[in-house]
């Protein structure tokens, strides 16, 4: 059998792995890719999907990173089914006409800026709303550990991954030629002991396995330490009469997040006149199905729920679903936790709320999630001084907390308690689903002290799967990376700034109405230039 890596190949989004079988060609999860432009451009590249080709997808849970692209290849010729647990099944449904709707929202900003400049093209949006609704009747729903068969010769099964609502290790067996062979795809594996979610399941055998790495090369913060530190960030701005906002995931983080502000409620640490807005109709959305599905959570949820109490609610926390009431808590004086998504901070209202705060020394910018390369969210916690937000340069003034043990992934520890299960010492793992630095680590770790054969996929490389043969490459294309020589970029620049500075009096002969646009625009060149010193 063949499996070509789509996506999430030495990067953290756009899972989607085809297999091609002597009997089927399908593929594990169809994820959006997210980041920078460059990255994102492969969302557009359908040639290397192939849809109309693909006779199934297997998705082992809801986020955008590896269900995002579903409506794009319905879109371009997809119409089989599509397996998924019954949380996953829900929530796709809905973070998909999420998608949609943002999709087309930004697609109509575009064009507006494309027509005032004087073009006559519109913008297209990957996809629409009428892409993600013919979609969502293709999702077949299963349980936990029941196998099925999609295909002759295919048998696969959902496992608890531990990581959010529905969310599943794969187990696939494939017979070709009187042989099965089992692969098993981790999807995300969650940390344990996360509130709401069972630990992960216990694998123990495996001949292939694919495995995440989002968080390979180091461990996460304890439960406590994280709580304690949720509650600093409260703190330190409800003194000063200043918001907290928290960009979260609407699912899994967002319901995390409402628990942890129950707990800080329960032990006397959240003030009782602080209002909580959960400013996401996705989020609202998302927790209803969490209630839904509650056989779906962990045993201490459940009994909580059993007992009347609801560890997703607070007597102060306030839904926000129209435009208006999400305005409102902009203007509205003193301090507020704002929970709003997107988690990176890269679409959706979260944004506005950063534009209304970030330059507020009072302010808490607190991050409970990974933050992908190119995100507003990464530059944010790498240290930059300023952000662009809707055309506006926002000096960041506030104070960022980036509490890592909120992650629904596991850490490095975690992870390599969770290979020791497996028994099969000749089993082959493809390291996916991380950025190249901490695969390298987990890579070494993993060889070190399980002996494993350990691979690092590329971004559209393509492998032969044979029993007891080591892996064999049929075909890496060539990646969408760009071909860079900064010697010539950073000359060419150099150039045209000697140039410019040759011609300060013909520049100050202008008219005083064209000299100020052209001193905007060089303002925001050198802002620009700064925005890149900060990165490096």
């Known amino acids: ?132 609704q013919d979609t969502a009747p293709l999702i077949k ?33 494939i017979e070709e030629n009187g042989t099965t062979t089992k692969l098993v795809f981790s999807g995300d594996i969650g940390r344990r002991h996360q509130l709401l979610m069972e630990d992960p399941s216990k694998i123990a055998e495996a001949d292939f396995l694919f495995m995440e790495s989002t968080y390979g090369d180091r461990n996460h913060k304890g439960e406590e330490d994280s709580l304690n530190e949720l509650a600093e960030a409260i703190s330190y701005s409800y003194k000063k009469g200043e918001k907290i906002i928290i960009p979260a995931f609407a699912v899994e983080r967002t319901q995390e997040i409402l628990y942890s502000l129950h707990l800080l409620s329960m032990s006397g640490k959240l003030p009782k006149d602080l209002p909580v807005f959960l400013d996401s109709p996705l989020a609202i959305k998302a927790t209803e199905i969490f209630r839904r599905y509650r056989s779906y959570l962990d045993s201490e949820t459940q009994d909580l729920l059993k007992k009347g109490e609801d560890p997703l609610d607070l007597p102060q926390l306030k839904f926000s679903s129209t435009t208006a009431e999400s305005m409102e808590i902009n203007v509205m004086k003193g301090p507020a936790i704002v929970i709003s998504a997107s988690g990176m901070a890269n679409a959706g209202r979260i944004k506005h709320h950063l534009k209304h705060n970030l330059w ?26 300023t952000i662009r937000l809707f055309g506006e340069d926002i000096s960041i003034k506030a104070k960022v907390f980036t509490i890592g043990g909120f992650s629904a992934h596991a850490g490095q520890d975690q992870l390599l308690e969770w290979l020791t299960n497996f028994q099969n010492k000749k089993m082959q793992i493809f390291l996916v689903h991380g950025e190249i630095s901490a695969q390298d680590q987990l890579a070494s770790l993993i060889r070190k002290r399980f002996g494993f054969a350990v691979t690092i996929p590329e971004y559209l490389e393509e492998i032969n799967l044979q029993l007891g043969a080591p892996v064999q490459e049929v075909k890496k294309l060539q990646t969408a990376e760009p071909k860079i020589s900064w010697e010539l970029l950073l000359d060419d620049l150099g150039s045209k700034i000697s140039r410019l500075s040759a011609q300060q009096e013909k520049l100050k002969s202008l008219p005083a109405s064209r000299q100020i646009e052209i001193i905007n625009l060089l303002l925001e060149a050198n802002q620009r230039i700064n925005d890149i010193k900060s990165d490096v």
């Open 141 to 173: 729903t299963k349980t936990y550990e029941s196998v099925f068969s999609p295909a002759d010769g295919i048998k696969a099964n959902f496992r608890d991954a531990g990581h959010i609502l529905g969310a599943a290790i794969l187990e696939l067996f």
């Open 1 to 132: 059998m063949k499996v070509k890596f789509i996506g999430a190949a030495r990067a953290v989004t756009g899972s989607c792995f085809i297999i091609e079988t002597d009997k089927a060609r399908f593929a594990v999860d169809c994820g959006m890719h997210q980041g920078t432009s460059e990255i994102e451009k492969r969302n557009w590249d359908i040639s290397v999907y192939n849809p109309g080709h693909i006779d199934f997808f297997l998705i082992t849970h809801a986020h955008i990173d590896h269900s995002g692209l579903l409506p794009r290849m319905v879109q371009n010729g997809f119409r089989g089914p599509i397996y998924a647990t019954e949380p996953t099944g829900d929530l796709v449904k809905i973070l998909l006409l999420d998608s949609a709707h943002i999709q087309e929202v930004e697609t109509g900003w575009k064009t507006k800026t494309m027509q005032r400049s004087g073009a006559s093209t519109e913008a297209k949006p990957l996809y629409t709303l009428k892409d993600a």
């Open 360 to 385: 507020r020394p009072g302010a808490s910018i607190v991050f409970v999630g990974y933050q992908a390369q190119g995100t507003p969210g990464r530059r944010i916690v790498d240290g930059a001084k």
